[in-house]
Nanobody, 118 residues
Framework: VQLVESGGGLVQAGGSLRLSCAAS????????MGWFRQAPGKEREFVAVTYGNGGGTTYADSVKGRFTISRDNNKNTVYLQMNSLRSDDTGVYYCAADARNFGEYDYWGQGTQVTVSS
């Protein structure tokens, strides 16, 4: 299984970006799909998740109201719409997936860099 992120880049504070994660799966419908990020010198942290089979979404407190996770099961793609970006949103953003919908994620992408300039 491969997860390929795209959509990262350099944006000014207050701007927006939309990240995409394309999965080489027959279908992502039943998969938990999450976004994580890692800032320089910090550990990787959870950002948002969409659970399989219509199980809903969860966000980190730091991104609530600014980020939106969504999925297109027909395209096997998950998105992360990021609005009102701040400098502390800078980092490498990773997509992850697993079929159990709990516990550790089985698959990870290579990441896409997001840099927010103040």
């Amino acid at each position: 299984v491969q997860l390929v992120e795209s959509g990262g880049g350099l944006v000014q504070a207050g701007g927006s970006l939309r990240l995409s994660c394309a999965a080489s799966l027959r279908t992502v419908t039943r998969y938990r799909m999450g976004w994580f990020r890692q800032a320089p010198g910090k550990e990787r942290e959870f950002v948002a998740v969409t659970y399989g089979n219509g199980g809903g979404t969860t966000y980190a407190d730091s991104v609530k109201g600014r980020f939106t996770i969504s999925r297109d099961n027909n395209k096997n793609t998950v998105y992360l719409q990021m609005n009102s970006l701040r400098s502390d949103d800078t980092g490498v953003y990773y997509c992850a997936a697993d079929a159990r919908n709990f516990g550790e994620y089985d698959y990870w992408g290579q990441g896409t860099q997001v840099t927010v300039s103040s």
